[in-house]
């Protein structure tokens, strides 16, 4: 069973930056594309930023200029920087993993926007 553990989840306030952190076994880290998702309460899980194995980026409108999400290829590890926080942030983030038609989910980490 493939495992991507998320970390770095927690409770910010508006404005304020926080780091995610998703580690991949190596074996599907080199090979996928790695993304992260989000879903916030009631609503449909959403794409907020993927990487490919080359490095290329891509994200939701709605983060653009706010996030950045990048990769270590020593650590196996992708990471989602997120800037200027705002309250609708606020949403279970979910790392992901894929290449084809396989692809593999995170437990999540839950990010609260808040005062």
């Known amino acids: 069973q493939v495992q991507l553990v998320e970390s770095g989840g927690g409770l910010v306030q508006p404005g304020g930056p926080l780091r995610l952190s998703c580690a991949a076994p190596?074996?599907?880290?080199?090979?996928?594309?790695m993304g992260w998702y989000r879903q916030a309460p009631g609503k449909q899980r959403e794409q907020v930023a993927t990487?490919?194995?080359?490095?290329?980026?891509n994200y939701a409108d709605s983060v653009k200029g706010r996030f950045t999400i990048s990769r270590d290829n020593v650590k196996n590890t992708v990471y989602l920087q997120m800037n200027s926080l705002k309250p609708e942030d606020t949403a279970r983030y979910y790392c992901?993993?894929?290449?084809?038609?396989?692809?593999?989910w995170g437990q999540g980490t839950l990010v609260t926007v808040s005062e």
């Open positions: 992901n993993a894929v290449r084809g038609g396989l692809e593999y």
């Open positions: 190596g074996s599907i880290f080199r090979t996928h594309t």
């Open positions: 990487i490919t194995t080359g490095g290329s980026t």
